[in-house]
């Protein structure tokens, strides 16, 4: 499997996690407890945790194409959602 991980700077983490999970929920399996969730894409898995300023976004998946695939659709998600902020979302190998 391959991993990677995104830091994004944002002043409401948890209330992102909220709404990826929402969203996701009603098509894939999503477990949230609290600052950290995890959402079961067919295509890999995507691991999420807040801080007070900080959503930790990390990725995984069976190769570079899905992997890639994967972090589209997260980040992709992730701007919709947060389009007044406008986050950065840069992924790296973990």
Do not use: Y
Not at 10 to 38: M, N, W, Y
Not at 58 to 80: I, N
């Amino acid at each position: 499997m391959l991993n990677s991980v995104a830091v994004v700077q944002t002043a409401t983490p948890k209330r992102f996690i909220v709404q990826l999970c929402k969203h996701f929920e009603h098509k894939l399996p999503v477990s949230q407890d609290g600052s950290e969730a995890r959402i079961e894409f067919s295509i890999g898995t995507c691991r999420m945790q807040a801080t007070d300023d900080t959503l930790v976004l990390r990725a995984e998946a069976a190769d570079t194409d899905t992997l890639g695939k994967l972090q589209d659709v997260v980040a992709r998600h992730l701007v919709r959602f947060a389009f007044r902020a406008a986050p950065e979302v840069v992924w790296q190998a973990a």
